[in-house]
C-alpha cells in the first residue's frame, strides 16, 4: 500500500519567516502533486513534479522532487498571511491519487 | 469555463437516514472521484467513475455508493449514516488517464453532518 507521510503536521510562524514541509514516501511515484487548500473549499493544484530532482518555482514557492522519486519537498520564502492553508501532497502511479494528511499552516502578520 | 459543482454545500442528517450528494464535473472531463476528508484521517479515496462505470473503488463499507450519468454528472449515496460519517465529502474532476500530470479539480464541498 503507497502511504504519504507529510510533517510537520502544524506550523505556525510570523509574517516573513522562511519554511519548508516535506512529503515522504517508502514507494517510488510517477509524479507527485502539491495541493493547497482553505477552510471550508477544496484542495487548489499548486504544481505537479515528474522528474527525480526537479525543481520548480512559483512566485516564492518552490517545490523538490527527490531523486529516487519518493519524496518531496514545499520551500516557501518570506510567508505571507495569505498563505495560510493546508498543504497536501499527492501521488499515484495511475487512477486514483492518494493523498497526505497535510501540513497546516498558519502565518500570522 | 465552469469549475466542479458539488450540492449541496452543506447538510445535517440523523443517524440512520440516508443522503445523496452530487457533483457536475467541468465540461470534458469524463472521469469523477469522490474523497472523504476528516480531520484524523485527511482524504481517503471513496470511488472513481468513467463513462458511467466505477473503474476504482477506496476501502469503504457498501453503505457508500455512487453512480455516474451519461452527461458525466455523479452522485454518491450514503445509507444508515452513522455518527462517524461526519466529514466534508469532496468531489474531483479530471481527464482520465491524466491525473497523475494533470492533478484533480475539486469542488467545494459538501459538509455532513450526522446527528
Known amino acids: 500500500t503507497q502511504l504519504l507521510e507529510q510533517s510537520p503536521q502544524f506550523l505556525s510562524i510570523q509574517e516573513g519567516e522562511n519554511l519548508t514541509v516535506y512529503c515522504n514516501s517508502s514507494?517510488?511515484?510517477?509524479?507527485l502533486q502539491w495541493y493547497r487548500q482553505e477552510p471550508g473549499e477544496g484542495p487548489v493544484l499548486l504544481v505537479t513534479?515528474?522528474?527525480?530532482?526537479e525543481v520548480k518555482k512559483l512566485k516564492r514557492l518552490t517545490f523538490q522532487f527527490g531523486d529516487a522519486r519518493k519524496d518531496s519537498s514545499l520551500h516557501i520564502t518570506a510567508a505571507q498571511p495569505g498563505d495560510t492553508g493546508l498543504y497536501l501532497c499527492?501521488?499515484?502511479?495511475?487512477?486514483?491519487?492518494?493523498f497526505g494528511k497535510g501540513t497546516k499552516l498558519s502565518v500570522k502578520p | 469555463k465552469a469549475g466542479v459543482t458539488q450540492t449541496p454545500r452543506y447538510l445535517i442528517k440523523t443517524r440512520g437516514q440516508q443522503v445523496t450528494l452530487s457533483c457536475s464535473p467541468i465540461?470534458?472531463?469524463?472521469?469523477v472521484s469522490w474523497y472523504q476528508q476528516t480531520p484524523g484521517q485527511g482524504l481517503q479515496f471513496l470511488f472513481e467513475?468513467?463513462?458511467?462505470?466505477?473503474?476504482n473503488k477506496g476501502n469503504f463499507p457498501g453503505r457508500f455508493s455512487g453512480r455516474q450519468f451519461s452527461n458525466s454528472r455523479s452522485e454518491m449515496n450514503v445509507s444508515t449514516l452513522e455518527l462517524g460519517d461526519s466529514a466534508l465529502y469532496l468531489c474531483?474532476?479530471?481527464?482520465?488517464?491524466?491525473?497523475?500530470?494533470?492533478?484533480?479539480?475539486f469542488g467545494s464541498g459538501t459538509r455532513l453532518t450526522v446527528v
Open positions: 467513475y468513467f463513462s458511467e462505470t466505477q473503474r
Open positions: 513534479v515528474v522528474t527525480g530532482g
Open positions: 499527492a501521488g499515484g502511479s495511475q487512477g486514483n491519487l492518494i
Open positions: 474531483a474532476s479530471s481527464s482520465p488517464g491524466r491525473t497523475s500530470l494533470y492533478g484533480y479539480t
Open positions: 514507494s517510488v511515484f510517477s509524479s
Open positions: 465540461s470534458g472531463h469524463r472521469s
